[in-house]
């Protein structure tokens, strides 16, 4: 499974940009910025982990979230 992010314009806040998420060159999910934090979009979103797997970040373990995805159908 090939996973890419790439960077694009925000279709509906001019001038703010967003992460696209794309898996075997199918777009599968919108990363975009929220007033509280972030916010994700997906069709394909099957479950959120909040803190299953923390991640180290300069000299430190911080919390994650894992966004499970569905197969495309």
């Known amino acids: 499974m090939d996973i890419e992010l790439k960077v694009a314009s925000h279709g ?3 001038g703010k940009q967003m ?3 794309w898996r075997d ?3 599968v999910a919108g ?3 929220h007033e509280d934090g972030i916010r994700i ?3 394909y979103m099957a ?3 909040k803190e299953e797997e923390p991640s180290y970040h300069i000299g ?3 919390p994650s979230a894992i966004i499970k995805l ?3 159908r």
Do not use: H, M, N
């Open 12 to 14: 509906v806040l001019p």
């Open 19 to 21: 992460a696209e998420c």
């Open 25 to 27: 060159g199918v777009f």
């Open 31 to 33: 990363i975009y910025p």
């Open 41 to 43: 979009t997906s069709k």
């Open 47 to 49: 479950d959120v982990l």
């Open 60 to 62: 430190q373990w911080v």
């Open 70 to 72: 569905r197969e495309r």
